[in-house]
């Protein structure tokens, strides 16, 4: 049998995605037609359409972390449907990556448009610019720029699309978005990064979705923080805002968790993170734990996700999500608790399990999101959980 040609490696996979999720027929023909093959030369095609993130610079000084990838084309098909891209529409993407999402959205915004991607490492923005010349976007505006400061000589864009993760929102970008324009990216609060698509109604944005997400943090924004405990072996991500000393909680491990269960249960394949975003729209004290291996083999109990589970941190105590299987209900066999370490321990345990409890209630809820820039004047803000950023406060709230 002969091996499939790329166009049909192409349309399988665009099959699978739509077979998961409705896609616009606008998005969904972009990706039947633009050929990922061309932004990474030298692979295989087969692994040029497979489901999955493909690294193109790997971090120089070694961490976990990628400086450049392909992004997953599920995640890439979810997110331009958030941004709902018209004909004539004037695009800004921060984040080049290979150039295969802005020939995606120069499909989208048709040849009466404008698309400008860019990005602050050379390396990238090269890659971008010859596989975009390759494929057949040579119109599409390349730049090597600091993506916080957007690109103010296109201006004004009528959508904004970031594809690596943001904590805050940049005053540049609130200067360059039309009103009524869109803005999607991963934003990042609490330890977590949802897709949030954004539309702005004057001097505010207003969310109208939010999906799981996970990407490369942008470079230059610094209010996530992180605190070791356990000889590094245990690791608290948090914001700037939250109080979360190491100090502390130096000796939390001490002494047996105190393990307190909900009721609530879950299908081996059934989706939970909806527990930790419902937790930020009320709870200041929430934030992202890792637990490594070294640290379970030292008689830490294990988080329901080792790398990135749901923690309350207060003082010298934390609790966080965990989970058991047993029989009782072949459907959902797995059933969440949380563990608490500390004084205080046990009372937060039970904190996390009311919020498990509350989204046990509507699994599928998510909040709405409001932002507005703090260069703004002090407006009223809508009801709800307000979290303050560098440059932006966001409200979170459920209906």
Known sequence: MNAPTTDELRNRLVDDIAAQSKLPPA??????????????????????????????????????????????????????????VRPGNRVLEIGAGTGYNAALLAELTGPGGQVTTIDIDSDVTVHARTALDRSGYPHVQVMQRDGLQGAPEHAPYDRLIATVGMWDIPT???????????LVLPFRWRGQTRSVALTRHGDTLISDGMELCGFVPVIGQTGERTAE????????????????????????????????WTDTRVGRQEPFDGIWLRATACDDTVCRIEVTRQALDQGVRRPV??????????????????????DLDPERPVRLGAAGYGADGPELAARLN??????????????????????????AHPEGHTINKQDSRIVLAYE
Request: aromatic residues 4%; negative net charge; hydrophobic residues 45%.
């Open 229 to 260: 405990l356990a000889d590094g072996n245990v690791r608290l991500h948090h914001d700037q805002d939250q109080q979360v000393a190491a100090d502390r909680l130096s000796d939390v491990f001490s002494t047996p968790a105190a393990e307190v």
């Open 354 to 379: 009311a919020h498990i409890t509350a989204w046990s209630a509507d699994r599928t809820a998510v909040p709405h999101l409001s932002v507005r820039s703090n260069a703004t004047p002090e407006l």
């Open 172 to 182: 540049p970008w609130w200067q360059q978005l039309t009103d009524g324009g869109r």
């Open 305 to 326: 996700i080792p790398v990135r589970s749901p923690a309350l941190v207060a003082g010298g105590s934390l609790a966080y999500l965990i989970a058991e299987r047993d």
């Open 27 to 84: 998005v969904e023909r972009a990706l039947r037609t633009v050929r990922r093959e061309q932004h990474l030369p030298g692979l295989d095609p087969a692994e040029a359409y497979a489901d999955k993130a493909v690294v193109i610079k790997e971090n120089p000084e070694g961490g976990p972390l990628a400086l450049s990838c392909a992004s997953v084309p599920s995640v890439v098909a979810m997110m331009l449907a958030q941004l709902d």
